[in-house]
C-alpha cells in the first residue's frame, strides 16, 4: 500500500511538469497529488496509532483548494475561452 501511494505521488508529480499547456489537466494532476499525500497521511497515521482527526482537517484544505482552483479556472475560460495557456498573455 506504502509502494501504491508513493508510485502515485511520482505519477502525478510527473504529470504535473510534462502536461503544463492546459489547466484542468494541472488541477487534475493537483487533485492526484493530494490523494496520494491523503494515502501516505492514513498509513503513517495508522502506523503509529495515532487519532486521524489531522486527515480531516487535511482534507478540508484539499476540498476548498479544488473549489479555488475550479473558480480559477471557470473565470479564465469565461474570459479567454479555453484553458489553453497559450492563448492569453500575461503582459
Known amino acids: ?13 510527473f504529470i504535473f511538469v510534462l502536461k503544463y499547456k492546459h ?3 494541472i488541477l487534475l494532476s493537483l487533485e492526484f497529488i493530494v490523494l496520494s499525500v ?11 496509532d495515532y487519532d486521524l482527526y489531522m486527515l ?5 484544505f484539499s476540498v476548498c483548494e479544488g473549489a479555488l482552483g475550479l473558480s480559477i479556472l ?7 475561452g479555453s484553458d489553453y495557456f497559450q492563448s492569453f498573455n500575461l503582459l
Open 23 to 25: 489547466l484542468l489537466v
Open 38 to 48: 491523503f494515502f501516505l497521511m492514513l498509513i503513517y497515521l495508522s502506523f503509529i
Open 74 to 80: 471557470v473565470s479564465m475560460i469565461r474570459t479567454h
Open 56 to 60: 480531516m482537517v487535511f482534507l478540508v
Open 1 to 13: 500500500m506504502l509502494m501504491v501511494s508513493i508510485v502515485m505521488f511520482i505519477v502525478g508529480n
